[in-house]
């Protein structure tokens, strides 16, 4: 029974320094002072529960948090308006549909990367094989196509 308590009481300190991670990162990217002790007293307790809620959707991920937030301060600053960890939750869908999007895209790309890598890798002569046995392959399908005999 007692170590069912503390493995609770451990959790609650992680998901507390989490969420200070996480208003603390809504500080810097808002470029509020670090050293302001009267936005900490007034606004850490309003902020700790959207910054809870934040972190149970990112799966506890406080790096998928950050992304996210400096995501939507970009927007926010692109098109001139003011956002908080409350706008973050709202916009977190959109974020992963987005990042998710973009990740397609990039193992797509690295995809035909190494598939370059791959061809630049071959010898002069294994591309000349494969070119002649794309030849023969095609001849072959054209004269099966035409009715001639194949000729071995």
């Given at each position: 029974?007692?170590?069912?308590?503390?493995?609770?009481?451990?959790?609650?300190?992680?998901?507390?320094?989490?969420?200070?991670?996480?208003?603390?990162?809504f500080?810097?990217?808002?470029?509020?002072?670090m050293?302001?002790?009267?936005?900490?007293?007034?606004?850490?307790?309003?902020?700790?529960?959207?910054?809870?809620?934040?972190?149970?959707?990112?799966?506890?991920?406080?790096?998928?948090?950050?992304?996210?937030?400096?995501?939507?301060?970009?927007?926010?600053?692109?098109?001139?308006?003011?956002?908080t960890?409350?706008?973050?939750f709202?916009?977190?869908?959109?974020?992963?549909?987005?990042?998710?999007?973009?990740?397609?895209?990039?193992?797509?790309?690295?995809?035909?990367?190494?598939?370059?890598?791959?061809?630049?890798?071959?010898?002069?002569?294994?591309?000349?094989?494969?070119?002649?046995?794309?030849?023969?392959?095609?001849?072959?399908?054209?004269?099966?196509?035409?009715?001639?005999?194949?000729?071995?």
């Amino acid at each position: 029974m007692n170590t069912i308590k503390q493995t609770k009481i451990q959790k609650q300190h992680e998901l507390y320094q989490k969420s200070l991670d996480v208003i603390t990162c809504f500080k810097k990217a808002k470029g509020y002072g670090m050293d302001d002790l009267k936005w900490n007293k007034y606004y850490f307790k309003l902020f700790k529960p959207m910054a809870e809620k934040l972190l149970d959707i990112a799966d506890g991920n406080f790096k998928l948090v950050k992304d996210c937030m400096y995501w939507v301060k970009g927007k926010a600053d692109r098109d001139n308006w003011d956002w908080t960890l409350n706008t973050v939750f709202k916009q977190f869908p959109d974020f992963l549909m987005i990042r998710q999007r973009e990740e397609g895209k990039r193992k797509e790309h690295q995809m035909w990367k190494q598939k370059l890598s791959e061809v630049e890798k071959r010898s002069e002569k294994e591309i000349l094989e494969r070119i002649a046995n794309q030849q023969k392959m095609s001849a072959l399908i054209k004269g099966v196509a035409s009715g001639k005999e194949i000729k071995k």
